[in-house]
């Protein structure tokens, strides 16, 4: 961490000098771990149509946290990614198996889960206010343990995605024929699904809950707008989701909002400007 | 997970109809509807088998029964003369349904790698790989298409390019399911001629639903005709003479003209 200060000291920013406003030197750091995570996994959430299931993995999420809570953690986050990973696989074993539409399938867990959550969180005349930071997120939070723990989600997430993405691509592009080749459509999902509902679990405190799906969809629905093959839809979403991450924080600074919403607005405001700019690339 | 790769030399060194593929029994029942019932066919490789039915019939169904997409009763038997025992067949397969998501930034370069190796496809291209990829694309005269995002592909193009895909490591087995539509005339006659070629170059088993009887008369050497089960089975000129032909297809008055 001291050399992450140390080499902040070049920046031109009153709070980038030594020994000052740590909170934002770590909050800095985190979003640079978690960004490039974030657009990694949204590519494959757009190309697989699951904008609305990643958003339902939140709410399983959040009920994890209330059961965490209930059961006595200090940190329900624990309990939480056990929970989501449970619930991801649920709804994807249930698309998988019934003939109801997935949305359908995701609209009744979704709504299930968060309506659990509150009804589990306020149990016995509980204040609902502690949750709060789940919703809306607190970037500058983050303790360096954290930031610990993120830099292992983000090694762990990349060896994954070295490991899936080719076979996941496939799948995307047509179940049939990735079976015909002999990957098992299912399980990828089911690991893909994990794969997302653990990193938004763990990242949900410090992004917000409200806010957190359009971390995983607007990098990759930018680059969509303008990518022609694989490598430029990766490469313009990580730079997409860096420099939102990294502009959206300072700004929130200066201009005194939650982190997570003004990264969110400039992501929003990239999505619009490669939409319209979409006819020139294509 | 499939790993056979089978070098092009060896396919080309097997000797026909030394190979085939037995079909016993194959039943599919979806709830409470049967939608193939008693399939028992006997297909020879370097042959071409079309199979034709009304709409309904079955016939992608099968396909997706012999690629174990749905679950079927019966069984798939491949024997190989040279190897002697029963085997998996390693199966190459165009689906039907080709309406992929237009939007999508995947070229056909991207496909070829993600099936081909393990790494990322947008990470790492290796020249070597891509040349690969040139050549498989050739065969099909396809390889001006190769930096083509998919969906920007014309019916008849994404045909062909995944017909390279399914011929990429060259199969036992081809299952090709013609899409009902939106293929023009040119790239129907490109197809099947690459498809009869591919039968004599590679000595391949090959299974195609097809809807257009005048192309399976011209290039199929058996032809199945299929409505639930199989009621026919012969060379093309036998099948579509045949009583059960006219009665599928309700074309009494051709045979009245007789």
Redesign the interface.
């Known amino acids: 961490m001291e050399f992450w200060y140390k080499l902040l000291e070049i920046l031109p920013f009153e709070w980038a000098k030594a020994g000052q406003m740590i909170f934002m030197k770590n909050a800095l750091l985190s979003i640079i771990l978690l960004t490039p995570i974030f657009a990694l996994l949204g590519t494959m959430v757009v190309?697989n149509?699951m904008s609305f299931f990643s958003d339902a993995l939140g709410h399983g999420a959040f009920t994890g946290v209330a059961i965490g809570g209930l059961l006595g953690f200090v940190q329900p986050i624990s309990s939480a990614v056990v929970f989501s990973i449970v619930f991801a696989f649920l709804i994807a074993l249930i698309k998988h198996k019934s003939k109801m539409a997935s949305d359908t399938v995701i609209g009744v867990f979704s709504s299930t889960a968060i309506a659990l959550g509150i009804f589990l969180a306020t149990l016995g005349g509980k204040s609902f206010a502690k949750l709060n930071t789940y919703l809306i997120g607190d970037i500058l939070s983050i303790t360096p343990k954290e930031i610990l723990l993120l830099a292992v989600v983000l090694f762990l997430v990349a060896v994954f995605?070295?490991?899936v993405?080719?076979?996941l691509?496939?799948v995307?592009?047509?179940p049939?024929?990735a079976?015909?080749?002999?990957?098992h459509t299912f399980w990828y999902e089911v690991i893909f699904s994990c794969a997302v509902a653990v990193i938004v679990t763990v990242s949900m405190s410090w992004i917000g809950l409200l806010v957190i799906n359009s971390f995983l969809v607007l990098p990759a629905a930018s680059?969509?707008n303008i990518?022609?093959?694989?490598?430029?839809?990766?490469?313009l979403a990580l730079v997409f989701s860096v420099f939102s991450g990294v502009a959206g924080l300072i700004l929130s600074y200066y201009i005194e909002t939650a982190t997570g919403s003004t990264i969110v607005i400039i992501l929003a405001i990239i999505f619009f400007a490669t939409y319209f700019l979409r006819k020139k690339f294509a | 997970?499939?790993n056979v790769y089978i070098s092009e030399n060896s396919c080309q060194k097997r000797s026909c109809g030394l190979c085939c593929t037995k079909i016993k029994k194959f039943g599919v029942t979806l709830g409470n509807t049967v939608i193939l019932k008693d399939i028992n066919l006997h297909i020879h490789c370097g042959e071409l088998t079309a199979i034709i039915g009304p709409n309904g019939a079955g016939k992608s169904t099968l396909i997706?029964a012999l690629?174990?997409?749905i679950p079927h009763t019966g069984s798939l038997e491949y024997v190989q003369a040279q190897k002697g025992s029963f085997q998996v067949p390693v199966?190459?397969?165009v689906?039907q349904?080709l309406n992929?998501?237009s939007?999508?930034?995947?070229?056909v370069?991207?496909?070829f790698?993600?099936?081909r190796?393990?790494?990322?496809?947008?990470?790492i291209?290796r020249k070597k790989e891509v040349e690969k990829v040139k050549e498989r694309l050739a065969v099909v005269k396809a390889q001006h298409l190769i930096?083509r995002?998919?969906g920007a592909l014309s019916g008849g193009e994404l045909q062909r390019v995944?017909l390279a895909?399914?011929l990429d490591p060259v199969p036992d087995l081809l299952?090709l399911d013609e899409p009902v539509s939106g293929i023009d005339q040119n790239g129907m006659e490109l197809f099947y001629e690459t498809v009869s070629a591919l039968r004599k170059d590679y000595d391949l088993t090959i299974i195609l639903v097809s809807h257009d009887l005048d192309m399976v008369q011209r290039y199929a050497d058996r032809v199945v005709l299929l409505n639930h089960t199989v009621l026919e089975v012969g060379p093309p000129d036998v099948v579509l003479q045949s009583q059960s032909f006219y009665d599928t297809f309700s074309l009494t008055w051709h045979k009245q003209e007789k």
């Open positions: 190309n149509r995605w070295f490991l993405f080719n076979k691509l496939i995307s592009v047509n049939s024929l079976g015909s080749r002999g990957i680059a969509r990518a022609q093959n694989q490598r430029q839809y990766h490469i | 997970m499939k997706k690629l174990g997409d199966m190459g397969y689906p349904n992929l998501d939007t999508s930034p995947t070229s370069l991207d496909l790698l993600s099936c190796s393990n790494f990322p496809a947008w990470l291209r930096d995002r998919l995944l895909l399914a299952l």
